[in-house]
Each structure stands twice: as C-alpha cells, then as structure tokens.
C-alpha cells in the first residue's frame, strides 16, 4: 500500500511497512528545566510546541504499523564515548556530567536522560543511544533500518537545526528519502527551525522533504 503525503518540494509517498518514524532526543534534558538544554542557556519552553504534534502522529503511526524508533543523546557515565572537545563547552559547574536538579547532565541512566513521559516509548519500539548528533555515527541504526527493509524515514524531535537535522543528512547520504513535519521537531532559536526547514526542501529536496503532522495522520488515516 502506498500512501502520498503533501510536501515540499513535491508529495510524498510512502509504504508504511517500509518506513519508519524516528523521534529524536525527546528527553527531559533537552525539554525540561533543569538539564542540559538549559545548562546551555537556551529557553527549553519553546520545545514544548512539538510535544502535541508528535503525540498525534507517534499515535497514527503505531495504528499503521510503522516501525517507531525513539533516540537519546548521552554519554556513559564514566564519559568514555565522550569527546573531551564535547565535555569541555559550556561553563565548568553546567558541563555534561555535572550533577543538576534531574540528575548528571546528558548521562544515560539518570532522569534527565529519559524521554518525556508524553512520548514514551511503548513495550518494542528500539531505543537508539547516541553519543553524537547524528542518530548513525557510533550506533546500529544502519543494521537496524536494513534488517526491517526500511526506505523512508519520517524524522521528527528537537532540536531541528542540530540533531534532527545532523539526522537528516546522515540518512540522505545513506540512501534513505525523509520526510520532516515541521511542526513536529522544534528549536531554541525559532528562525533556525524555519531556515533549516527550508534547508530541506530546497534545491529540489537536496535532504529531503517537509510536511506537518496534520497532512501525515491524514495520509495515514
Ligand atoms: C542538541 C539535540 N541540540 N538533540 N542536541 O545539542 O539537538
């Protein structure tokens, strides 16, 4: 069964038995006051905006069968997967590592690390630990993708300029086709939401394609 989603540059279409939703980095340190979203300075409120959307379609896509995949960015704790260029940003007391109100910042195990309770992953649906960016590097996304008969992805999370679209790339360049709906990812910096958006479609889809959650459940119907 194909499905034909409206998108920029072009519609979309996908068999949803070969493609899968990625939702990346929903975590409580990136979402949540307290973790390493803030320790960066940034205002974590404005990722809020994508909470609801995601819920929409992370519904819609379980109901169709999609192979749901969630990410989380973080270290181990004795920070050995850790680039010391990483570790060493920011001021020293808000590093990762550094205990915070939810924990050691951006260490796998501890509460912040976690994905928000509003899209927790169901009993099934891999979890990917990634020490960097990119959902690929360092990881068994690849295997994982080709052992399924993956195609297409529908990437989604925070934060769009940085992980979903380190993402993005990296599953361009593997032969993957995605799909980004917009107002399922979201930015501490708004206008870099809408530049790498269209960083996306440009060019005739030079990564990708753009939707909206809203076209997406409608197709999936
Ligand atoms: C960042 C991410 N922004 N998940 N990570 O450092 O986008």
């Known amino acids: 069964m194909t499905v034909i989603v409206d998108a920029l540059p072009a519609p979309f279409d996908l068999d949803p038995l070969h493609t899968a939703l990625i939702l990346i980095?929903?975590?409580?340190?990136f979402?949540?006051?307290?973790?390493?979203?803030?320790?960066?300075?940034?205002?974590v409120s404005l990722l809020r905006a994508a909470i609801a959307p995601c819920q929409?379609?992370?519904?819609?896509?379980?109901?169709?069968?999609?192979l749901v995949i969630h990410t989380r960015e973080g270290h181990r704790p004795d920070l050995s997967d850790a680039p010391p260029a990483k570790v060493q940003r920011g001021a020293p007391s808000l590093r990762i590592g550094a205990p915070g109100?939810?924990?050691r910042i951006l260490i796998r195990g501890e509460p912040g690390h976690d994905i928000i309770p509003e899209l927790y992953p169901q009993a099934g649906e891999p979890v990917i630990d990634k020490p960097?960016?990119?959902?690929?590097?360092a990881t068994d996304l690849g295997p994982m993708l080709q052992y399924r008969g993956i195609r297409d992805l529908i990437v989604c999370g925070v934060t769009t300029e940085v992980c979903v679209h380190t993402t993005v790339r990296e599953a361009n360049d593997r032969g993957y086709r995605c799909l980004v709906p917009a107002d399922c990812c979201a930015s501490y910096f708004p206008e870099f939401h809408e530049v790498a958006l269209r960083m996306v479609h440009a060019q005739g889809g030079?990564?990708?394609w753009v939707s909206d959650?809203?076209?997406?459940?409608?197709?999936?119907?």
């Not at 980095?25 to 340190?29: K, P």
């Not at 979402?31 to 205002?43: A, H, K, R």
């Not at 929409?56 to 999609?66: E, K, V």
């Not at 960097?132 to 590097?137: I, L, S």
């Open 213 to 221: 959650s809203t076209r997406l459940v409608a197709a999936l119907d």
């Open 132 to 137: 960097g960016k990119g959902a690929f590097h």
């Open 56 to 66: 929409r379609l992370l519904s819609a896509a379980r109901a169709a069968g999609l």
């Open 206 to 208: 030079i990564f990708g």
């Open 101 to 103: 109100p939810m924990g």
């Open 25 to 29: 980095d929903m975590q409580r340190d």
């Open 31 to 43: 979402i949540e006051p307290g973790g390493f979203g803030e320790s960066l300075g940034n205002d």
